[in-house]
């Protein structure tokens, strides 16, 4: 088992900045997938950035794409979302999740998902 805790979301103007974190415990942090998800009031649960276990590939959506980075630091079994340059169909509550055994690219359904952090971007 794997359990995930988000924090640093909050409410930020457009064009602002926030950093997500996410820390896991339960198995070795180095051996899991990571990324983020997010889920906008009425809409689906959609994919937004993974990272493979040794950081070093990434891969992110379309519409976050040069704004978001995902990176991580296994001694702190943490990974992190910098967000800039935000707009106000970026709100959402968006989840941590972890697979030790998918891909950053088939990133899909991981096993383990966080309880979820609101962001919220005026106009």
């Known amino acids: 088992q794997v359990q995930l805790v988000e924090s640093g979301g909050g409410l930020v103007q457009a064009g602002g900045s926030l950093r997500l974190s996410c820390v896991a415990s339960?198995?070795?942090?180095?051996?899991?997938?990571m990324g983020w998800f997010r889920q906008a009031p009425g809409k689906e649960r959609e994919f937004v950035t993974a990272i493979t276990w040794s950081g070093s590939t990434t891969y992110y959506a379309d519409s976050v794409k040069g704004r978001f980075t995902i990176s991580r630091d296994n001694a702190k079994n943490t990974v992190f979302l910098q967000m800039n340059s935000l707009k106000p169909e970026d709100t959402a509550v968006y989840y941590c999740?972890?697979?030790?055994?998918?891909?950053?690219?088939?990133?899909?359904?991981?096993?383990?998902w966080g309880q979820g952090t609101q962001v919220t971007v005026s106009s």
């Open positions: 999740a972890a697979d030790e055994y998918s891909g950053i690219y088939n990133f899909r359904a991981p096993n383990y």
């Open positions: 339960g198995r070795t942090f180095s051996r899991l997938t």
